[in-house]
């Protein structure tokens, strides 16, 4: 099931992107990551319109979107392959059709996901404040 998110999902959504970023970037720095997961908690939450996907026992996963931007997908590793991600990104098309998204270049996971999603990549630039690659993707809507 994916429902709206509620104030009271922080602790879960932050739980799913540290455990989730943490195998999916393991390229990034502590101190990007503490910085990156205050940035979450105290500005994207409130800014974006997030989605939580209830698994068996709990939240285990989430998207954020930010108009047509993906700002975030993440899935707990437990549960990859059964179909989340895809339901989620399936839910922001229906919300609002074409999308983007940066991912990490060093990402394989992400890359591989959003590439059988159906993702082109456009151009890569260096991230700033990550000292990282990303590359810009694109789903066009259908």
Not at 12 to 27: C, D, K, N, Q
Not at 28 to 45: P, R, S, Y
Not at 57 to 82: R, T, Y
Not at 83 to 91: I, N, P
């Amino acid at each position: 099931m994916i429902r709206p998110y509620v104030m009271g999902d922080k602790p879960a959504v932050l739980s799913i992107w540290r455990e989730t970023s943490a195998l999916a970037h393991p390229f990034l720095t502590a101190d990007f990551t503490d910085m990156a997961e205050a940035m979450i908690a105290d500005v994207f939450l409130d800014m974006a319109d997030t989605w939580i996907t209830e698994g068996p026992n709990g939240p285990v996963g989430f998207v954020a979107l930010i108009g047509n931007e993906v700002g975030g997908l993440f899935v707990l590793p437990a549960h990859h392959g059964k179909g989340y991600g895809r339901a989620m990104m399936d839910l922001a098309v229906t919300q609002v059709g074409a999308l983007e998204l940066d991912v990490f270049s060093l990402n394989m996971i992400g890359r591989k996901f959003y590439q059988r999603y159906g993702f082109q990549e456009g151009e890569e630039r260096l991230d700033e404040q990550s000292g990282q690659r990303v590359l810009r993707l694109r789903l066009p809507a259908t």
